[in-house]
C-alpha cells in the first residue's frame, strides 16, 4: 500500500530564517501531491500542490521540489514568521478517485 | 460562504452508545472525505463520496457508516462506540475534475469515548 512519511518530526527556525520540511512516499506511481498547514484546533489548510510532471512549483514565500527519482518532497518556507508555526502535512493522491494519504506530520515551532 | 461545517465541535460518549457527526458544505463540491487524525499518525481516510447517492470505503472504515443523500451534507455514523474510535475527526471536501484538488476542511469534532 501507499505510505508517505516525513524524515523530521520536530523542526525549530529563528524568525527570519528559511525552513525546509521534508517527506517521502512510496507509490512511484503517484502523480500528484500537496502540503498543508495545520494550526492549533484547526482543520488542515491548502498551502501549495504540484504534479509529477513537475520539478519545482512556487508560491508566495512557499517553494515545493519534488524529486521522483528518490521519492521525495519537501516544502521550502522564505524568511519563515511566528504565524507559520503549525504542523505541516505532505499528502500523496491515491492511485483512484479523489483519496490522499497523509504523511504524520512536522511541526515547526518559529523562534522570535 | 461558510466553507465545511462540522457538528458538534467536542462530545463525550460512553462506550456502546451511537451518534452521527455532521458535516455540510456549500461550495457545492461533488466530492467528500471523513478523516480520522490520532497523535503520531496523521490522517487516515475512513469514507468518501463522490457525488450524492455514491459512498466508498477508505483506509479504517470498520465501525463508521455513511450516507451522501444531497450535495451538501455527508454524515458519519458510529453505530456502537469504542475508546479506539476515541479521536478528532475532519470533514472535507473538494471540486472533482482537472486542477486544484485541494480539499477544503471543517475545523473538527473531538470525540471522547470512555
Known amino acids: 500500500g501507499e505510505s508517505v512519511g516525513l524524515h523530521l518530526p520536530t523542526l525549530s527556525v529563528q524568525e527570519g530564517d528559511n525552513s525546509i520540511i521534508n517527506c517521502a512516499y512510496s507509490?512511484?506511481?503517484?502523480?500528484?501531491f500537496i502540503w498543508y498547514k495545520q494550526e492549533s484546533g484547526k482543520g488542515p489548510q491548502f498551502i501549495i500542490d504540484?504534479?509529477?510532471?513537475?520539478d519545482k512549483r512556487q508560491g508566495q514565500r512557499v517553494t515545493v521540489l519534488l524529486n521522483k527519482t528518490v521519492k521525495h518532497l519537501s516544502l521550502q518556507i522564505a524568511a519563515t514568521q511566528p504565524g507559520d508555526s503549525a504542523v505541516y502535512f505532505c499528502?500523496?493522491?491515491?492511485?483512484?478517485?479523489?483519496?490522499?494519504?497523509f504523511g504524520t506530520g512536522t511541526s515547526l515551532t518559529v523562534i522570535p | 460562504n461558510a466553507g465545511v461545517t462540522q457538528t458538534p465541535k467536542f462530545q463525550v460518549l460512553k462506550t456502546g452508545q451511537s451518534m452521527t457527526l455532521q458535516c455540510a458544505q456549500d461550495?457545492?463540491?461533488?466530492?467528500m472525505s471523513w478523516y480520522r487524525q490520532d497523535p503520531g499518525m496523521g490522517l487516515r481516510l475512513i469514507h468518501y463520496?463522490?457525488?450524492?447517492?455514491?459512498?466508498d470505503q477508505g483506509e479504517v472504515p470498520n465501525g463508521y457508516n455513511v450516507s451522501r443523500s444531497t450535495t451538501e451534507d455527508f454524515p458519519l455514523r458510529l453505530l456502537s462506540a469504542a475508546p479506539s474510535q476515541t479521536s478528532v475527526y475532519f470533514c472535507?471536501?473538494?471540486?472533482?475534475?482537472?486542477?486544484?484538488?485541494?480539499?477544503?476542511f471543517g475545523s473538527g469534532t473531538r470525540l471522547t469515548v470512555v
Open positions: 472535507a471536501s473538494t471540486q472533482r475534475g482537472q486542477g486544484d484538488y485541494g480539499y477544503t
Open positions: 507509490n512511484s506511481a503517484s502523480d500528484y
Open positions: 504540484i504534479r509529477s510532471n513537475m
Open positions: 499528502a500523496e493522491k491515491g492511485r483512484t478517485g479523489n483519496q490522499f494519504y
Open positions: 461550495m457545492n463540491h461533488e466530492y
Open positions: 463520496s463522490v457525488g450524492a447517492g455514491i459512498t
